[in-house]
């Protein structure tokens, strides 16, 4: 799963090293107490669906199924 937080970073030459770090670290904490909830996870497919769906792949390969 790819990293999609933004990478925070102050570029004020009046703000000292403390003061930077807290207002990034207040930012961040603010994106993860406001992230929506992750996806429920899935449940596995039925074995018989999987079953029935690759049967009915290979049934017959040379249809036209736009005919």
């Known amino acids: 799963m790819p990293n999609r937080r933004a990478r925070l970073e102050i570029v004020a030459p009046s703000a000292s090293p403390e003061e930077a770090a807290a207002v990034v ?16 996870v899935r449940p ?6 999987q079953a029935a769906r690759r049967e009915a792949v290979d049934r017959l390969p040379d249809a036209n199924p736009w005919a």
Do not use: S
């Open 25 to 40: 670290a207040a930012v961040e904490r603010f994106l993860r107490d406001t992230a929506p909830p992750p996806a429920p």
């Open 44 to 49: 596995p497919p039925n074995p018989w669906v």
